[in-house]
């Protein structure tokens, strides 16, 4: 079955294309899903939740080495955008723009850090796909929504689209910092 009889026969949404995989590459397991209290009363090391590692720590793991990785010069972000960009709504009409690129990854190389289909032909493991998520630095711009030309003076919706990883360079106002959390939020 090729690709487009798969998205068009396989039952695939825009919600979960990867579904529609299942009958192309074979039986697949559900990861279960782990309550956030559990979290909370495990800190990352008493292995509550069965899981061989805890991808909190993991996440946080990565997000140390990638920042290690920015060197000496923690404020200049140099490499290849997989390409990845996120628009926010939070403060509508100025939104942030966050802009994923992997520091210094360039070239082709860049693609995997954001490739989900790539994970799943691959059968990457959940550890994996944190570690090359959370490698990722966001640089965030705040844009005025009602005002889209100004996008293409900066040239970000050209990478966002492109079919190639380009290469980009950003200059942040701070350090990245790594968070660590496994506090609860509870609504009342």
Avoid at 101 to 111: F, G, K, L, M, N
Avoid at 117 to 141: A, N
């Amino acid at each position: 079955m090729d690709k487009e009889n798969i998205w068009r026969y396989g039952g695939c949404t825009t919600i979960s294309p990867l579904l529609a995989l299942k009958s192309c590459v074979g039986s697949y397991t559900v990861p279960k899903r782990v309550p956030a209290s559990v979290c909370v009363r495990c800190k990352g090391y008493k292995r509550l939740c069965g899981l061989l590692s805890c991808p909190i720590l993991e996440r946080f793991r990565a997000q140390v080495l990638s920042v290690t990785s920015l060197g000496s010069r923690p404020l200049e972000l140099q490499g290849s955008t997989p390409p990845s960009l996120v628009v926010g709504e939070q403060g509508y009409p100025k939104v942030p723009i966050l802009f994923n690129i992997p520091p210094h990854i360039h070239s082709e190389e860049a693609r995997v850090y954001d490739h989900p289909l790539l994970w799943w032909t691959q059968r990457y493991s959940l550890k994996k796909i944190i570690e090359l998520r959370s490698y990722l630095v966001s640089s965030i711009i705040r844009f005025y929504a009602k005002d889209p030309w100004r996008l293409y003076e900066r040239e970000l919706s050209i990478a966002a689209v492109s079919i190639k990883p380009a290469d980009s360079e950003a200059k942040l106002q701070k350090p990245p910092i790594p968070h660590l959390s496994f506090l609860i939020w509870i609504l009342q």
